[in-house]
């Protein structure tokens, strides 16, 4: 199975067990995530965008500050603009988030439940697969000379005939080198690959 389909079944498991939906921010690094997936209701989704809300949200404020899970009513961090009250205004009336990785490549996530707390089973379920989800995700630490000359050319514009004459080699051996370059930044499309290698910091 390939890595972007384990995502995807440990994304269907995680949704499975927080009825109103999940948000994971996975290897937060200079502000921004290097993936993210989320399952809130559309109308809280807009709603927290809009407001800017995530610079405000204590749940990732705990998120940055401490390691592990803890439910949403027990965190020990102020709500001064009333986000998790707006939050149960949309459905989301429980729950809890999980924190791992260094500071330096933190993922957080969020689950929430309609109905109920979630149970410490849950809640350790839950870890478990934010920390699978980390771990599948972790960027590599380089590129092969050959992964980073191919995505240079599509950087400088150039089709695949004429960045395989510029490298002196066919055109299918510089398809090749791009499916290997997308394959270990875990990208859908070359142009995925390219932003990725350069938010890593690896071209």
Request: glycine share 6%; with cysteine; proline share 4%.
């Amino acid at each position: 199975m390939s890595s972007r389909a384990e995502i995807n079944a440990v994304l269907a498991r995680l949704r499975k067990v927080a009825p109103m939906g999940y948000y994971v921010a996975l290897h937060i690094r200079y502000a921004a995530p290097i993936m993210q997936f989320q399952a809130y209701p559309v109308a809280w989704t807009e709603r927290y965008a809009e407001n800017g809300y995530a610079l405000r949200d204590p749940t990732i404020a705990w998120g940055f500050s401490a390691s592990g899970a803890i439910r949403w009513s027990a965190l020990p961090i102020p709500d001064p603009f009333g986000i998790m009250k707006e939050a149960a205004n949309h459905g989301l009336n429980y729950g809890v988030i999980v924190a791992c990785g260094l500071l330096k490549s933190r993922t957080i996530a969020g689950c929430a439940h309609d109905t109920r707390e979630f149970t410490n089973d849950e809640i350790e379920v839950i870890s478990t697969m934010v920390r699978r989800l980390h771990d599948m995700t972790e960027p590599p630490e380089s590129l092969t000379k050959a992964q980073q000359e191919a995505l240079r050319c599509i950087a400088e514009g150039d089709r695949h005939a004429a960045a395989a004459a510029k490298l002196g080699i066919t055109e299918s051996a510089f398809k090749a080198r791009l499916i290997s370059a997308r394959e270990r930044l875990m990208a859908k499309t070359t142009a995925e690959a390219l932003q990725r290698a350069k938010d890593y910091r690896l071209l």
